[in-house]
């Protein structure tokens, strides 16, 4: 299982499309591996396909646009939105299956950094 973050640093990105990167997990036989990726920019329906070809099979983000997460629906990756904290913790939250999605929906796309719910 491949799990990407959208990163600053070492947190969860407050916006999906504007984040730095993408902390990738890779589980394996109960190992963790972890790499990053830069973000090759926010280009409408881009990044679902960029993750979409590393194999990443969940996105973990603090707020994504609707368009978005139609996208990895349509490629089979699981969305998990309204996620907050350091990007290690939430992974082993989320293999633990403690980490939910809130289902929140990104409406506003004229700044960076977070969806200003």
Not at 19 to 24: D, Q
Not at 53 to 64: A, E, F, P
């Amino acid at each position: 299982m491949k799990i990407a973050i959208s990163s600053e640093g070492n947190y969860v990105s407050g916006h999906f499309g504007h984040c730095e990167g993408f902390s990738i997990y890779e589980v394996k036989e109960g190992n963790i591996n972890k790499s990053f990726v830069e973000n090759p920019g926010h280009k409408p329906g881009f990044l679902p396909v960029f993750l979409n070809d590393l194999g990443i099979n969940t996105i973990i983000s603090g707020g994504m646009g609707e368009r978005a997460q139609e996208l990895f629906a349509e490629n089979s990756i699981e969305v998990v939105v309204g996620a907050s904290g350091i990007c290690d913790d939430l992974v082993n939250e989320y293999i633990k299956g403690n980490l939910k999605s809130t289902g929140s929906v990104c409406r506003e796309h004229e700044h960076e950094g977070n969806c200003g719910e």
